[in-house]
């Protein structure tokens, strides 16, 4: 068994990096999600280190479990900021009485 999984890694790891890109693409188009100018840079830095990742991991298959399970860490936690940002927007409503629900991060600080 090579340390390659029969080639899986290579595309395991191009779309992993193209998850990454687009969630920090959409970040830092939205304007839902407010985030600070260090945040901003970060996430530029982030976008900007995958272009060369998808590339490689497609092109000249240097994809590797690494890399790949790194940015799996990366997109889901960009996957629950997106969804966490989207739900405190759009402030669910209670099922009973119609009441407005505050925000996830104010429920847990209770």
């Not at 899986?8 to 999600?33: K, N, P, Q």
């Not at 970060?42 to 995958?50: E, Q």
């Amino acid at each position: 068994m090579t340390n390659n999984l029969f080639g899986l890694m290579d595309e395991a790891t191009g779309i992993t990096a193209f998850v990454v890109c687009l969630l920090c693409f959409a970040g830092l188009r939205s304007e839902r999600f407010r985030d600070n100018w260090a945040q901003n840079i970060g996430m530029a830095i982030v976008f900007i280190s995958c272009l060369p990742i998808i590339y490689h991991a497609f092109t000249a298959h240097r994809g590797s479990w690494r890399v790949a399970s790194f940015l799996v860490g990366v997109a889901v936690y960009g996957c629950g900021v997106a969804w966490k940002t989207w739900q405190s927007k759009h402030h669910y409503q209670g099922e009973d009485h119609g009441e407005v629900r505050p925000p996830i991060a104010a429920r847990s600080m209770k």
